[in-house]
């Protein structure tokens, strides 16, 4: 039976050695038997469970329930619990996908809502306060004042007692904002796709979500490119799953 030293699994894999050795420290990967001098001998198994590992790893970006399931699926695999990781893998995907469909339809949202942004309908009013406008979306008043610090809503002011007043365009806009963020886009990405419209962009919105700033492009906002970024997610999610199979189809040999 061929074997592997670790230095040779980490070069396969593409990481440090000692990642390879933390990951059976973790219960990443089943025990690994030594030879006589104390060295590491991986099998062709033990490649495989890393790889199934950097795999799981991969899709593990979106953070919470879906990095814990992904996880999961590495650590039940380890302890031979193949039909209980597969399950988790499979609802791994599923929630992957929940996501990608959400980002789509905020984006689809924005670009609607642009659209029907270009015809006025002459209405005044009516208006609400801070507290109503939460309420109305379902928000905390936290949320609205930190959508307002960050520069994604301007909100005007009652002249008589300068407190804050919400019209219809603040409101939709302020739908917008609410349908991106649980998309998972950044503060930042908004912003950007906002600085656009607000000086007569109207097409293309849902794309400039997935770019950075002209003037931060040196700077690292992952969820900037959220679009392009969740379907990059979605293929490692079915990877893990193929993965995972493979593993499987080798014990049962």
Not at 135 to 152: C, F, H
Request: hydrophobic share 40%.
């Amino acid at each position: 039976m061929k074997t592997y030293k670790t230095s040779q699994i980490a070069a396969l894999c593409g990481v440090h050695p000692n990642t390879v050795r933390l990951y059976e420290e973790l219960g990443y990967i089943p025990p690994v038997p030594r030879a006589k001098n104390g060295y590491r001998l991986y099998s062709e198994l033990h490649l495989e469970y890393v790889r199934l590992v950097r795999t799981a790893l991969k899709s593990t970006w979106l953070g919470g329930i879906i990095r814990k399931k992904a996880l999961s699926v590495v650590l039940l695999s380890a302890a031979g619990s193949f039909e209980e990781a597969m399950q988790l893998a499979r609802e791994h995907l599923t929630m992957v996908r929940e996501e990608r469909g959400k980002a789509e339809i905020a984006a689809g949202l924005l670009e609607t809502w642009a659209a029907d942004r270009n015809i006025p309908d002459g209405s005044a009013g009516p208006y609400w306060k801070s507290s109503e406008a939460a309420e109305r979306l379902d928000i905390t008043y936290d949320m609205l004042r930190s959508w307002e610090r960050n520069g994604l809503i301007t909100v005007p002011r009652d002249p008589d007692n300068g407190y804050r007043v919400f019209g219809k365009d603040e409101i939709r806009r302020l739908y917008v904002i609410r349908a991106l963020r649980k998309a998972r886009f950044s503060l930042m990405s908004i912003y950007n796709m906002f600085r656009h419209y607000d000086r007569g962009v109207r097409e293309g919105l849902a794309g400039i979500l997935d770019e950075l700033p002209p003037d931060e492009e040196d700077i690292i906002f992952n969820t900037n490119q959220w679009l392009s970024k969740i379907k990059t997610i979605e293929e490692y999610a079915c990877e893990l799953i193929d993965r995972l199979t493979t593993i499987i189809k080798y014990v049962k040999k």
